[in-house]
């Protein structure tokens, strides 16, 4: 099994800035994934972030905006840039081991 | 806190079988309910929602109904087929203010065999 942190587990931020949220996890893995839920929505798959790969993105996100980072095979950040209220959401990161999926505990965060 | 439980499989059917999967859910408030699919390789796709009691969600011959005597939000299908083969995963949201905005159950490995 996998266990995942997130940090921070929530903030609020003012409009115009960046938060990087972080993503561990206790074993090693290949497949991560970045979901957001906004308020009254459904999650959404952000990008799928491989180690030793580029992340893949979805339509409708693009990398200047949030951009991944994944060093190696335990932890993983992805960045809000230049938030807007449209970004207050909770961020998930999710990981896929051995055909199992674990879900971190979320990043909820309020964009003022 | 918030829970889910759902039974974790995997759950082997025949192609044309009656799917039941069962979730049962632990909340402080009045969640939306969700059922998510996970394709091998791939990342949750959103398969269908209730947001209130009653409400019956249904997407590509899947239902589910919510359950507030029972909290429940069990996932059925009539005749399934082979291409439903994946991971299911029962979840709840509680984006009102909870301390556990998003909660899942472990997933329902689910094999059809033709």
């Known amino acids: 099994s996998a266990v995942i942190s997130q940090k921070p587990s929530r903030d609020i931020c003012q409009r115009g800035t960046s938060l990087t949220i972080q993503c561990q996890v206790d074993?090693?893995?290949?497949?991560m994934f970045w979901y957001r839920q906004q308020p009254g929505q459904s999650l959404t798959l952000i990008a799928t972030a491989n180690q030793g790969s580029e992340a893949t993105y979805e339509s409708g996100f693009v990398i200047d905006k949030f951009p991944i980072s994944r060093p190696n095979l335990t932890f993983s950040t992805l960045t809000v840039s230049n938030m807007s209220p449209e970004d207050s959401s909770i961020y998930l990161c999710?990981?896929?081991?051995?055909?199992?999926?674990?879900f971190g505990p979320g990043t909820r965060l309020t964009v003022t | 806190g918030n829970s889910v439980t759902q039974m974790e499989g995997p759950v082997t059917l025949s192609e044309e079988a009656f799917l039941t999967i069962n979730c049962t859910y632990t909340?402080?408030?009045?969640?939306?309910l969700f059922w998510y699919v996970q394709y091998p390789g791939e990342g949750l796709q959103l398969l269908l929602k209730a947001t209130k009691a009653d409400d019956k969600g249904s997407n590509k011959g899947f239902e589910a109904t919510y359950r507030k005597e029972t909290t429940s939000f069990h996932l059925e299908k009539g005749s399934v087929q082979v291409s439903d083969s994946a991971v299911y995963f029962c979840?709840?949201?509680?984006?009102?203010?909870?301390?556990?905005?998003?909660?899942f159950g472990k997933g329902t490995h689910l094999i059809i065999q033709p």
């Open positions: 074993s090693q893995v290949t497949m």
């Open positions: 979840a709840l949201s509680d984006l009102g203010g909870g301390a556990d905005g998003l909660t």
């Open positions: 909340a402080t408030g009045y969640p939306s």
């Open positions: 999710s990981v896929e081991d051995d055909r199992k999926s674990y």
